[in-house]
């Protein structure tokens, strides 16, 4: 037997388990751990918060010891409690970013304090030591085996799905009353948003979009850093400030309504273990650009403009010939159809399945 366990925030991760309990017919454990997990981000080892989490951590792991036979850890971040577990478990492993920042190779979010650098080390540990790990992408796979010196058999790719119920094309647009290129998304140094800030300045300055708008949706970030502090200064650097509109917290069916909406899509980011937007944009009849790096490519296939991430005036260039090209923007729009087709919570499920039904034989 196999238990699911469920997180209950609204990320992306949070979402991908909700959608397979969804869609799963197994036992299935509900919990706001991750949340908790996500909260405590770059706190100090010697503030008051972090003595919460020894008990509560305690507990999940005894929690998670009683359930018996197999459990299916949604997210990387529960691998710390891998290490702790006196029974088999699947982990799904959305991407290494934390441990790429852990280790010095990048700083796609934060560089971490020295109690992050402690779990997320756990976390990694017990990613390893896992039965049977789910990637949501071949990149993701790549990572895995590359860095963290997995063996391949180790590891199952499952693409995450798409919503099609909610994410599909409808007269039912956003209600913002002038033209808009959408971005959505954090802004995590990862997400490159400043880039895409450049090339909206240098599109500005080309005839015929003086009232088009950049729309910016999503949350800042966690509280590791200033993230919108850093992204105003940007825009003022760039004299945006007019031209940048910010909205925070929208419903999925008021996502839907602003992909509809937008002139384009523009995903700059420079690296992804999947990447939900891209996709969630073409099921909604919108024509894409995105980055050329990460999980990006096996994501959106043909059906994107794809440029490098750090070439503003590509990305500029891009934007213009979507703007005024008629006929590259209906083709995009088909072609993302198509491609966004490929992607099911359903299929999802049914590879999901599989996978136990593979470590289940493999403990009989």
Known sequence: MITLIV???SGAVDLYSQKLAENLDVPKVYTDIYTRIRERFNISWFSREALAPISEDWNFVRMLNRLGGIVHLPNQHLGRYGNLLKLPYIITVHDIIRYLDLKGYSTYIH??????RFYFSLDYRGISKAAKIIAVSEATKRDLTHHLGIPDRQISVVYPGVDHAIFRPSPQASRLKHPYVLFVGS????????????????LKGQPGFENLKLVKLGKAGGPERDFRGETMGTIRR??????????????????????RGAECFAFPSLYEGFGFPPLEAMACGCP???????????????AAIKVSPRDAGALADALNKILTDRALRESLIAKGATQAAKFSWQQTAERTLEVYEEVEASFR
């Open 7 to 9: 997180t209950t925030d």
């Open 111 to 116: 560089r971490p304090n020295l109690r992050d």
């Open 187 to 202: 802004e995590h140094p990862r997400k490159n948003l400043f880039t895409l800030l450049s090339a909206f300045k240098k």
């Open 238 to 259: 760039l004299r945006l400030d007019q031209q940048v509109v910010f909205v925070q917290d929208v419903s999925v069916e008021d996502l839907a309504g602003y992909y």
């Open 288 to 302: 894409v650009i995105s980055s050329d790096s990460s999980s990006l490519p096996e994501v959106v296939g043909q």
